[in-house]
């Protein structure tokens, strides 16, 4: 969905696990665990933010399975965590065209997850349509790695 300046991609995925096994697996993401699908693309993606001056693929989180506002998560910073209500928002630190949120959300029964791009002008658009094949390959894979718990 593009709304002005906003681009929003929503995908849901039903629960193949338990809602606790689902986001106990989230909570688990980047770091030791990796991101659960092509994780080598995103450590690719890390090494040419590093190239342009980016913060690159910091590898790592304080944590292994609790997350905290404010926590670096590889090239992603915590930004909203909620446990009771299974909400998690990312804020990516990469050199982009713009800032790009990624949130998931858990209801009873599925996984909905948000990617969210504002780009800084039509430069940014078009930076974002131009990865927006491998972005809905890499993040629908990763979501259905999530659901499954």
Request: proline letters at 6%; zero cysteines; charged letters at 30%.
């Given at each position: 969905m593009n709304s002005g300046?906003?681009?929003?991609?929503v995908m849901r995925f039903p629960f193949q696990g338990s809602r606790e096994a689902v986001q106990a697996k989230l909570w688990r993401i980047g770091g030791e665990s990796g991101w659960y699908f092509l994780t080598g693309l995103w450590k690719f993606r890390g090494l040419?933010?590093?190239?342009?001056?980016g913060?690159?693929?910091?590898?790592?989180?304080?944590?292994?399975?609790?997350l905290e506002v404010g926590d670096p998560l590889d090239f992603?910073?915590?930004r909203e965590v909620d446990e009771k209500s299974g909400r998690l928002l990312l804020e990516a630190e990469m050199k982009l065209p713009?800032?790009?949120?990624?949130?998931?959300?858990?209801?009873?029964?599925?996984l909905l997850?948000?990617?969210?791009?504002?780009?800084?002008n039509k430069w940014g658009k078009a930076y974002w349509y131009l990865v927006l094949p491998i972005h809905k390959l890499i993040f629908w894979g990763m979501g259905r790695a999530i659901a499954k718990g």
């Open positions: 300046n906003k681009i929003r991609e040419i933010d590093g190239l342009f001056g913060v690159g693929f910091r590898k790592g989180r304080p944590h292994p399975n609790k992603w910073r915590v713009g800032k790009v949120l990624l949130e998931w959300s858990l209801d009873a029964d599925q997850q948000a990617i969210t791009f504002l780009p800084k």
